[in-house]
């Protein structure tokens, strides 16, 4: 399943509703800035940032829907 469709999913869940995701478009020129600040050279680019701002672990290329429910299990 494709990270974006796995991404979309786990949004709508009550289970992690206490995360804020955000999805930027990579292919979008109004967002090159934020992919020049944050080192985005390859899609997917995952960043998880705990409640005090303090990155907690980042991921480049596909992830599948367990892994990725793992990552956010351990931090929720």
Do not use: C, H
Not at 14 to 32: C, G, L, M, P, T
């Amino acid at each position: 399943m494709r990270l974006d469709v796995v991404f979309n999913k786990l949004v709508a869940e009550e289970e992690y509703s206490n995360i804020a995701f955000i999805k930027v478009d990579a292919n979008r020129s109004s967002n090159e800035e934020f992919l020049t600040q944050y080192q985005v050279r390859y899609v997917p680019t995952l960043y998880t940032y705990n409640a005090s701002g303090e990155e907690v672990w980042n991921y480049i290329g596909p992830l599948d829907e367990k892994a990725f429910r793992e990552k956010l299990d351990a931090i929720k």
